[in-house]
């Protein structure tokens, strides 16, 4: 499908990556990783035709279509969100334009003449081309794809214009979904998304048709998607045969394997070195020393294994001490003309506690964090925070009240506490801004720049009750590993606002969800378990929805019958097992390769003191070497096994299932 040839990016003295070369087959997914400026954008823009390579060649056959969804710079306006996402159609738009005009002149034109006889079969024509396109389906595609990307029916017939840079990019996101590119190239596709439509994504990419490539911060979607991850690294670019996960762990192993080797070339060439600087002067040795420094030319040297990214481990000011009650909100109420966000709704938030905001975009999350936060009074009910709560909000607009004039290091040193202020340059670092960067003015950082200053601001701030409406946006994933231990350590309370399940998972105990026309619900557990829960509910519901098939007379409440309640647990078991089964399965095919390793290794042990073994120097160098390889294998086993039983417990516990 595509063929990248020794491709090589550089801008000035910096190397993005050299000679790098892959193919891309049908309906592959791939996963662009690497930090933030290491070339993942630069290559899709490279394969999209935007940008040349300083060398090699991008191959694909002749009239593949590839389509490129950027990060942001889209704006569209002019144009009817329907006629918009229409223009996908473009080939059949035209057809049935053209065939139009064609029978507006062919009225005027004498049925018995040549010309009326020749512009007919012309149209027929047309109409066998358009009746190839699909017509008839063009119009519930729109439709499906706009309302499963959030859009409701009353905004088709607004201007493009009227939508935020986020909703701006849904509608190239639409448009590309209904063009169906052979290739579709994908650059942070859910940065702007809430989470139901992220799901509603996450499953339209799962099943669509063609090549995937991707670049996200998302694990959750890159795991489920993606079955080959190129990673970008300090100029190189490597290949993983699995997703990012598979990814993490093997350039763990990759990187100590190096290591190994490159120790024990080094300690070989050091003998050599020895032997030849020990016997060069020696007549007797003059053969052997000739010997050994030609083999010395001869070895081809492993580099020395590139440290890998140091990793920061910030924690938070020691929040000042409070009352067990944060924040209380009693009988609130809130409405924006017609528009009734919530009533009558009560909340509690207590110390410690942390909880996810969850709902999509208009059903009131930003509301209740500003009404929560005292920034905004509710048009009935009361709102109270308990003894000494000091509040920090962090939300995409406090970035527009940053001094334009001041450098970033000058910005986050005026909001750094005394304790924190030593630390302020590390964690500039781990939010992407390194070397120089800390001394631009604030006012020539992009939206996303200034966006990461204001939550570097807050990070620094003295607080015992955290609100952060979505922090991950604009993080790459190491800087998402920072804030997510941070905050995991952090002993204040915390409302987040996120679509970001693997963030979200470690860190949340309980999850409040809005919904436009209905009160918040809290569920009393992290997304996954709020996943489940609804899809659990919401299976109940359709059951309960189905007419019941029943031999009685007519007038017969409709119940659930213990026919369809077996259905219906069975459907949960079944959802279930659906977690819980493939770790069990891992577990269990783990823990039979660590026992047939263990075994290997107490032969290979016992075989090694056997006077056979000891008799003969190369047997006894090749069991010690399976032993060593043996031994290394176990440890990696042992590691795997901790991580999954960890895993396994957290499910069994998340959904409420017994231990073994």
């Not at 450098?407 to 801004?433: D, I, K, Q």
Request: charged share 25%; hydrophobic share 40%; glycine share 6%.
């Amino acid at each position: 499908m595509i063929s990248v040839q020794s491709l090589r990016v550089e801008f000035g003295a910096r190397v993005l990556f050299s000679d790098l070369s892959f193919s891309v087959q049908p309906r592959e997914r791939i996963a662009f990783a690497g930090h933030n400026g290491a070339g993942k954008t630069t290559l899709m823009k490279c394969i999209a035709g935007l940008q040349p390579p300083s060398a090699g060649l991008i191959h694909a056959p002749k009239g593949t279509r590839i389509g490129y969804l950027p990060q942001e710079g889209i704006h569209v306006r002019g144009r009817t969100l329907w006629v918009e996402t229409e223009s996908a159609f473009g080939e059949s738009v035209a057809l049935r334009e053209k065939i139009d005009r064609l029978s507006k002149e062919l009225t005027h034109l004498d049925p018995r003449s040549s010309p009326y006889a020749e512009m007919l079969d012309e149209i027929g024509g047309l109409e066998l081309q358009l009746d190839g396109t699909n017509p008839e389906q063009m119009k519930p595609r729109i439709e499906s794809v706009l309302q499963g990307l959030g859009f409701k029916r009353e905004d088709f017939q607004r201007d493009c214009s009227e939508f935020s840079g986020g909703w701006q990019m849904r509608i190239a996101m639409a448009k590309l979904f209904l063009q169906e590119p052979e290739v579709l190239l994908l650059d942070e596709p859910t940065n702007h998304l809430d989470l139901d439509t992220q799901l509603w994504v996450e499953q339209y990419l799962v099943n669509y048709p063609g090549v995937i490539l991707l670049i996200s911060h998302d694990r959750g979607l890159l795991d489920t998607l993606c079955t080959r991850t190129i990673a970008f690294h300090h100029g190189r670019a490597e290949e993983y045969a699995g997703n990012f996960s598979y990814y993490e762990r093997e350039s763990v192993l990759r990187r100590e394997t190096l290591l190994k080797q490159y120790l024990a070339q080094q300690r070989e060439i050091t003998d050599h070195k020895r032997f030849i600087d020990r016997f060069r002067a020696s007549a007797n040795k003059a053969t052997l020393v000739q010997s050994r420094i030609k083999l010395l030319a001869k070895i081809e040297r492993i580099p020395a294994p590139e440290q890998a990214d140091a990793v920061m481990n910030f924690k938070f000011p020691p929040p000042p001490p409070s009352g067990h009650l944060v924040g209380k909100l009693e009988g609130v109420a809130k409405s924006y003309g017609a528009l009734n966000v919530f009533s009558g709704f009560d909340f509690e938030i207590n110390k410690g506690e942390k909880f996810a905001i969850v709902g999509p975009n208009g059903a009131g999350k930003s509301t209740f964090c500003r009404i929560i936060t005292a920034q905004e009074a509710p048009d009935a009910g009361s709102h109270a925070f308990g003894h000494k709560v000091a509040v920090s909000f962090f939300s995409q607009n406090h970035s527009d009240e940053l001094e334009p004039d001041l450098t970033v290091l000058e910005t986050v040193e005026r909001a750094a506490s005394r304790e924190s202020l030593p630390h302020a340059r590390n964690l500039l670092g781990c939010f992407l801004f390194r070397g120089d960067d800390v001394f631009k003015r604030v006012g020539v950082l992009s939206g996303g720049e200034r966006s990461r200053v204001a939550l570097v601001c807050m990070l620094l701030t003295p607080a015992n009750f955290l609100i952060l409406d979505e922090p991950t946006n604009h993080l790459d994933m190491q800087s998402q590993d920072v804030l997510q231990r941070a905050l995991i350590d952090y002993p204040g309370s915390v409302l987040i606002v996120s679509h970001n399940r693997s963030f979200l998972d470690p860190l949340v105990s309980r999850t409040l969800e809005f919904r436009p026309g209905r009160q918040p619900t809290l569920y009393h557990g992290n997304i996954s378990y709020y996943l489940e829960k609804t899809a659990a509910d919401e299976a109940r519901a359709a059951f309960a929805r189905q007419p019941v098939r029943s031999s009685s007379a007519a007038g017969t409440a409709p119940a659930t019958s213990r026919k369809d309640q077996r259905r219906i647990d069975a459907e949960i078991r079944e959802m279930r097992n659906k977690q819980l089964k493939p770790l069990e399965t891992e577990l269990a095919e783990l823990e039979a390769r660590i026992a047939k390793m263990e075994a290997a290794q107490f032969a290979l042990t016992n075989h090694l003191s056997s006077d056979e073994c000891v008799a003969d120097s190369d047997k006894l160098r090749e069991t010690s070497v399976a032993i060593e390889q043996v031994m290394q294998s176990l440890e990696n086993a042992y590691s795997r096994w901790g991580d999954l039983s960890d895993e396994l417990a957290k499910v069994r516990a998340r959904l409420g299932v017994p231990e073994d």
